[in-house]
Structures are given as C-alpha cells and as structure tokens.
C-alpha cells in the first residue's frame, strides 16, 4: 500500500519509452510522471463576465466558502479534486460497515479487485484519505447517492462543483489561457472544430461580449446538448451546436448543406479553434494508464485531417489556435512541424501579456532508426496487466516509429507548453498560427 504524494503514475512501458525519445534532459520525463499522480494545488474558476463582476463573485464565493473551511476532500480520479464517493463508485469493502463509521478509502490502482469484495484486498492500492459513510455496506451496492463523505485528505481542494453555476465555470487555467490566444473580436465569425464540453467556446463568447458567431461541432449529439445547455446557463446567444464531425464539413452533399444555410464554406471564418481529440496524457490527477503505442498513434491522424479542414475553412490573415492537454510531442510539436511545413500559414506567439506563462515547445534529436529500436526493444513485450473483466488483450504490437524534425529553437520559443512538474497545473499545449495566403 502506498501513499499517493509518492505514488507514480502507472504508464504503458512502452509509452514511457517513447516519450523518452523526445526528452533529452535527463530526469525530466521522470518529473513528469511523477507530477500526474497528483492534482494541482490550485483550483481555478472563470468569472462570467456576462453576468457579474469578477469581485462580485469573489464576495459570493467568500461568503460560501468560510462554511466549508474545516473540510477537506480528496478521492480517487474522479472525486480526487473536491467531491465525495458516490455509492457507483464502490468497488469494495469489508463486511461489517454501517452508517456513520469512520472507513479509510484506497483507489485499486491496477483495477483488479471484484466488485462487492466482502475482505481486505491485497492487490496494489493507494490510500487518498478518510471519511464517513452515509450508508450501510449493503446499501452501496443498491443505491446512487453519496456512500462516503470525505473527511480527511491528502489534499486541500474547495467544494466548488455546482456552486454559483450561472456566474462561474470551473476550467483550468491553460485551457483559459487558449481562449485568449485567438484574440476574438467583437462581430467575428469563428468555429470551435471540436467544442466539447463548451469551455473554450463559451470562453471566447464572452470575450467577444456575446457579439458574432461561434459554430461548435462534436460528432457525438449528447456532448453537443451539454454545450447548448452550458450556453443558456451562462446567458450566452452567440454560440450555435451541431453534431457534426467538423472534417466532412467540406466534403460531399453536407458542404452544400452548411453552405446555404449557414454560409460555411472555404475562407470564410475569422478565427478558428482547433482543440482537438487527444491522448489525454496531461490530465491530472491520473493513477493508472493503460494506452499501449497503438492507442496513442491513433490521434495525430485525426489532427492532421482537422488542421487540414480548419485551415480551409480560414480567411487569409485569419488566426488559428491549436490546443490539447496532452505532452505527447507527437500531437503537439509535431503538428504543429507538419502544419508549417504544408499548409500556407506562420507561426506567432500569444498575447504580449500571457507570455510569460508555460514554457517554449520542445526540441530535439532525430534519432536514427538503430537508436530508437535500441530505446525500444527492452520494452517491446512488457505490458501492463488489463483491468478485472477486460477482454482487450494488452500485448504490445509492433509499430513502425518515425521521429519528425523538430522545431527551430525560435519555433520552439512561439509556442507554450504547460509542464506539470514545473507549472502545477495539467499538461497542456497551445499554438498560434496566422494564414498567410489561400489554399490552391
């Protein structure tokens, strides 16, 4: 059993192989996986401007939060950050336990324990705190409420989940820091390409003060209502949603579709941001990632094709914002490396007055083909064990690594990349691109 501010984040032998391939300061990558384990030590929320101001809220929250102050809540991935345990999110727990007893609280880290485990699990787990159950042992298993209030945690993080919802919205600072690269103005038509869960696009909704057009897409319709809702809470008109995957958008009989009746077609956006589906490996706090190579190689793919329309879609002298909350360089610097080097458009950095947020892009060695398969061979049949129940066979397959050129050094220096050994937030990624001229 060990503690979580020593634990280290479980990851794919393999992916860690990887990653080093990109990491030529020794010990820095070790950092890195070390800091995912645990959550930032600051919560932040973005004021409403629409709303209210942002000293109004601060009174607001003041006034709620000297309630809480003996409180501390810590659990699990999901609840690590400030909530208690639902009872869904029991896996197991002896027998014996009634309402109000006092139960320490472990996350099954390898997810091997059998749900309804009635004796102490020996497997490997992580202790995250002490609390008191709301509810007998055998109500865990039938009920949906809350099994467990937190009590005692390893970390401090304010109950601010749900609190003023019409005013406030809990978001971290980076993906913030990405509305304000695209630099929105007021009348302005932009697309958010993949605007699920609505954060950045209604972000940029209220910089523009509500003023233009946003189109948000996601292909999935029930993600896409998440944003409409998100939108009427926050007061916010200017945003339109629609189920879509954002690449078709000009392709086939669904271009003349957008065309006619909302005017999406080539060189016709001001400002478009690209936030697309990633690895994820810059989320916080994460205990246990199963993602093999084959896993992660699926994403650039999906990236390049959306850069690909986005640019399309792009007024010459139109702004671009490229973000993910991952630190896969394969996603990130290498995107951004292939946008450069096919699409007609340059690279710039963010607001003057953000500049000093995050750390410049990484660079790096090519490696040739002998070092990378020397770096990866001692990894090549090693595998983490898959959860209890699983049927996905975790064998790691054979894939062909290809490193891309870096970036220039003052290529590197334009672009922000949020570390979280060093930044004490999730690792996240942005870049800014302005085109320079159309498309032939």
């Not at 690909?308 to 360089?329: D, E, M, Q, W």
Request: charged share 25%; with cysteine; aromatic share 8%.
């Amino acid at each position: 059993m060990q503690d979580l501010t020593t634990f280290r984040t479980v990851l794919d032998p393999s992916l860690v192989s990887f990653l080093g391939l990109y990491h030529d300061t020794e010990g820095h990558l070790e950092s890195v996986i070390n800091a995912l384990a645990r959550p930032p030590s600051v919560t932040s929320l973005r004021v409403n401007t629409l709303l209210c101001s942002s000293d109004s809220l601060l009174k607001d929250l003041s006034d709620v939060l000297s309630r809480y102050k003996v409180e501390r809540h810590q659990c699990g991935e999901a609840i690590i950050r400030g909530a208690d345990i639902y009872a869904p999110g029991v896996l197991a727990a002896v027998s014996g336990i009634q309402a109000e007893d006092k139960v320490s609280v472990y996350i099954d880290v390898d997810q091997q324990v059998h749900k309804g485990l009635r004796v102490e699990f020996e497997g490997r787990k992580v202790f995250v705190g002490n609390g008191t159950t709301t509810m007998s042992r055998s109500a865990f298993y039938k009920s949906t409420g809350v099994a467990v209030r937190m009590t005692e945690g390893i970390y401090r993080s304010p109950p601010l989940n749900g609190i003023f919802p019409e005013k406030c919205y809990l978001q971290n600072i980076p993906s913030m820091i990405t509305a304000h690269y695209l630099e929105a103005r007021e009348g302005d038509r932009i697309i958010d390409m993949c605007a699920s869960p609505g954060g950045k696009t209604s972000h940029i909704a209220q910089l523009m003060r509500n003023n233009g057009t946003i189109f948000s897409f996601d292909r999935n319709e029930n993600k896409v209502e998440v944003i409409r809702q998100l939108c009427q809470r926050l007061a916010i008109t200017c945003v339109r949603a629609f189920a879509m995957d954002s690449t078709k958008l000009l392709e086939g009989e669904e271009q003349q579709k957008w065309r006619e009746e909302f005017d999406i077609r080539p060189e016709s956006f001001d400002r478009i941001l690209l936030d697309p589906p990633c690895s994820g490996l810059g989320q916080r706090p994460r205990m246990r990632e199963s993602m093999n190579l084959v896993d992660l190689f699926s994403y650039a793919p999906y990236q390049r094709k959306l850069f690909h329309t986005a640019i399309r879609l792009l007024k010459v002298g139109g702004v671009l914002v490229y973000s993910t909350c991952t630190l896969n360089p394969q996603e990130n610097e290498e995107v951004v490396r292939y946008a450069l080097d096919h699409f007609p458009v340059k690279l710039v950095g963010g607001p003057q007055h953000l500049s000093s947020l995050g750390s410049k892009g990484l660079t790096w060695r090519v490696k040739s083909e002998g070092e990378i398969e020397e770096i990866m061979k001692s990894t090549r049949d090693e595998h983490i064990p898959a959860p209890h129940g699983s049927q996905k066979k975790r064998k790691q397959k054979q894939v062909k690594i290809v490193m891309s050129e870096s970036l220039k050094e003052e290529e590197a220096e334009l672009v922000r990349r949020f570390d979280p050994s060093k930044d004490d937030g999730i690792g996240f990624f942005i870049a800014k691109f302005v085109k320079i001229a159309d498309m032939r």
